[in-house]
Structures are given as structure tokens and as C-alpha cells.
């Protein structure tokens, strides 16, 4: 796996403190929707060395990206199942061996030890010893697409795309993605991409094979670039903002989109519910040299009066096109999110078609493969919205695989979508009469 710190930092060779934190951090992920962004925060991975706070991400992001193969494995081979974090030190453990490839003495030995340190948990070493030991002989396979996602979600897939597409959408699970990157000046995607050893994707986001530190990559300080989804980088593209012109980023952090606007001129407003998350925006801003209003406040009971000539509503979701960076937005979300964060997009839907002036242009989408937050929405919204009209985005407009226009033209990209993947989104652009 890509995630590890080096090649000359074996598996084997890291100790069992880093076991230890990956234990806590996939606890913490499959806890709840902010679970992974509360684990990776966790004084545990903090306190380890770089080499160390690599593999245990490493062995918990492989986890997640294999979670249903893997605890299919378990269930095979445990009649009645173990406490949760036994549960837990087993996958980690089936994680490090076969996705991994740590010695499978090691990983099993490991594991036995993580159940050992809990005084509560020791009656179950011999289980834990058993059950790694057998698929140790008999290897499972952790790669099926129809294993790969919640059965309830890719029941969902499979109804809304068809069953060949559910499996093409499923299987993007399994692989980890490159890191692709906006420019703060689309010209200097030719040598920049040289600098990054990264590809030039239709739009001009730059995809980059590079690992490690951020902060340590080409032009990073210069604030030449940040990291943003191709998918993500195309909703401000579809605005075609020009100079001058005011711009509104509706649910704005982290603010890869504020920067897209205000990077091609724009007089950006950004809005965000969170201060914490709009402190990232802030410091992307300072770090690109690029300047917008930011303002803490929720988007739908906004009291400032303004509209604006092009309002982007990048909507709160279920998430689940993200599922290639995040893939513990598979496993905490529920059945029922989906029908309350409709409520609050259709809220915020209305906000924003009061903020966009006459003429103006404004951009909805969601990073959800969930028809009711995209195609869903944008009928009833456009039902109750007089003075309000699709505007067709254009064939590869802003970026986006022919595959993923519709016959209305908007867009519902799946992450299968393009070469190396994308993240699942749901866009539409309309304009004011």
C-alpha cells in the first residue's frame, strides 16, 4: 500500500503501539459520521513517529476499503461473535496480512498481543489466534465488488444505476486514489506538472502519484496549488465567473471552491456554519495569497441582504461519492440520512435561489450518489421555483466524462467515471430569469 511512510519500513518492523492507534482509529471511524476526523486527532496516532502514524493509517484505511470482504472472512470462520474490539483486532489483523502483506507470523502475533494488553479481553487470544491462523492457510478473497459496499447501499446502487454499474461503482472501493490538485493559475499547469511528476486531467486539475507531506511538495509555500477532488474542482468551473463579478460559496469549508472563485476573480463571499472549518479556509486563503469575505453563519437564515451574480451551494450530503478518500462514510451512514439532509438541501436550495440575482447563474450539487439529494431535489426544487431554469451544462464542460451528462444536462458523476476515478457527484446549474 501506497499510504506507507517508505519501502525500507517493513510491517513487521513497526511496534505495537502503532497497532495500538490503528485500533483506536478504527474504532473511532466506524463510531460515527466524524469518527475519522475525530481519530486522526487521536493523542495515541499523535504521540507516534512518521513511520509508525503511516502504517497505522495505512492498515486502517485498507481495512475500511475492504471491511465487507473482510468481516465476510469472519463470519465464515466465528460461530458467535466476540466483543467489538475483538471484532476490531481481527480485521486489522486480516487487513495487515493480506492487504499489507505483513509476515503472517507477525500479524498474527500482534494481534494476539492487542487482545492480551485488555485484562477484560485475554479469554479471547486463543479465538484470535485460531481464526488468523485459519485464513492464514486457507486465504479469502478481498476484493469482490458485491462484498465491498454496505448491502444496504449497494441494494440502493444497484436500483438507481443498474446492477453493472453498482458492481463498477463498487469496485472503485477497493482502490486507493491519487491526490489530485486545483492551480491557483491554470497556465502553470504544464510546468507544475512536471514539478509534481503529476498528469494534466481535462479541466486542469494535476493528478499526482506523489506521497508523504504536503507541505514538503513543489510550490506548496508558494500557495501555487491545493489539494481538491477532480470531481470537486468542477462545480466552480461550471460558474465561469469573469472578473469583477460577486460570487457566493454557500456551504464553503474547507474552501477548495472559495478558491477556485476568487483564484479566476471573483469578489467571493464565503459562508460556513463551522468557525473551526472556516479557520482552514482562512489559512488557504493566506497560504494562496488569494482573498475572500469569510463569515460564520448558517446559509439558510443568512440575514445579510445581498445576491450575488453566481451562488454555489456545494450542499451537506450523505457523502457517499466520497467514499475513494473517505471509505468510512460507507459504514456510518445510516438509511435514514438520506431523508433528513433532503430536508436541509431543500432549505438551503431555496436560500440560495433568493441570493443569485436576476440573470445570475447558480450551481447545486452534492458529493452523493443518493438520487433524492441530486435528481430528486432539483425536480421538486424546480417545481417550486418559478423564474428559475436548468441551464444544460455543455459535453466535457468544466471538466466533467462525457459519461456522466444526462439527457437534461446535469450531471451525475460515478466515481468509475474516469481513469484512476473520481468522487461520486451530483451537479446542476440554473440561471435567473
Known amino acids: 500500500m501506497t499510504d506507507l511512510a517508505s519501502p525500507n519500513s517493513p510491517s513487521d518492523a513497526v511496534g505495537l503501539p502503532a497497532r495500538a492507534a490503528a485500533l483506536d482509529l478504527l474504532t473511532a471511524a466506524l463510531g460515527g459520521r466524524a469518527g475519522m476526523d475525530e481519530g486522526l486527532s487521536h493523542p495515541a496516532l499523535a504521540a507516534l513517529d512518521g513511520r509508525d502514524r503511516a502504517f497505522a493509517r495505512a492498515l486502517v484505511m485498507a481495512t475500511l476499503r475492504h471491511l465487507g470482504p473482510i468481516d465476510a472472512a469472519l463470519q465464515a470462520k466465528v460461530k458467535k461473535a466476540p466483543p467489538d474490539k475483538v471484532v476490531h483486532i481481527l480485521r486489522l489483523g486480516v487487513a495487515q496480512a493480506f492487504l499489507l502483506k505483513t509476515p503472517a507470523h507477525a500479524a498474527v502475533a500482534t494481534s494476539v498481543d492487542l487482545v492480551a494488553q485488555d485484562k477484560g479481553l485475554q479469554m479471547f487470544k486463543g479465538l484470535v489466534n485460531a481464526v488468523l491462523r485459519g485464513l492464514v492457510r486457507e486465504p479469502p478473497e478481498l476484493a469482490d465488488p458485491d462484498l465491498l459496499a454496505p448491502s444496504w447501499l449497494y441494494a440502493r446502487w ?253 450531471l451525475r458523476i460515478l466515481p468509475h467515471h474516469a481513469e484512476g476515478g473520481m468522487d461520486g457527484f451530483y451537479m446542476a446549474r440554473f440561471r435567473k430569469a
Open 158 to 410: 444497484r436500483a438507481a444505476f443498474g446492477a453493472e454499474e453498482a458492481r463498477q461503482i463498487a469496485a472503485m472501493i477497493a482502490q486507493e486514489p491519487a491526490t489530485d490538485l486545483s492551480l491557483k493559475d491554470p497556465a502553470a499547469a504544464a510546468p507544475l506538472a512536471a514539478e509534481l511528476e503529476a498528469q494534466v486531467l481535462p479541466g486542469g486539475t494535476l493528478r499526482t502519484l506523489k506521497r508523504g507531506d504536503l507541505a514538503t511538495w513543489p510550490q506548496f509555500a508558494e500557495g501555487a496549488w491545493w489539494v481538491q477532488d477532480a470531481s470537486a474542482a468542477i462545480p466552480a468551473r461550471l460558474l465561469a465567473v469573469q472578473p469583477g463579478q460577486t460570487a457566493l460559496d454557500m456551504c464553503a469549508a474547507p474552501g477548495g471552491k472559495t478558491l477556485q472563485l476568487a483564484a479566476a476573480g471573483a469578489t467571493v463571499t464565503a459562508l460556513d456554519r463551522s468557525p473551526p472549518r472556516l479557520k482552514r479556509v482562512s489559512e488557504n486563503l493566506a497560504r494562496t495569497g488569494l482573498s475572500a469575505e469569510v463569515i460564520a453563519a448558517d446559509a439558510a437564515n443568512w440575514p445579510d441582504r445581498r445576491t450575488f451574480d453566481a451562488v454555489l451551494l456545494d450542499a451537506p450530503c450523505s457523502a457517499t461519492g466520497t467514499f475513494r478518500r473517505h471509505p468510512d462514510v460507507l459504514w456510518a451512514a445510516k438509511p435514514s440520512d438520506v431523508a433528513g439532509l433532503a430536508a436541509v438541501q431543500s432549505k438551503l436550495l431555496d436560500a440560495a435561489a433568493r441570493r443569485t440575482k436576476s440573470g445570475g447563474r447558480l450551481v447545486y450539487c452534492v458529493c452523493s450518489l443518493e438520487p433524492e439529494e441530486g435528481e430528486g431535489q432539483v425536480a421538486a426544487f424546480l417545481g417550486r421555483t418559478p423564474g428559475v431554469t436548468l441551464d444544460p451544462i455543455g459535453d466535457g464542460e468544466g471538466g466533467a466524462p462525457s459519461a456522466s451528462r444526462k439527457a437534461d444536462g446535469t
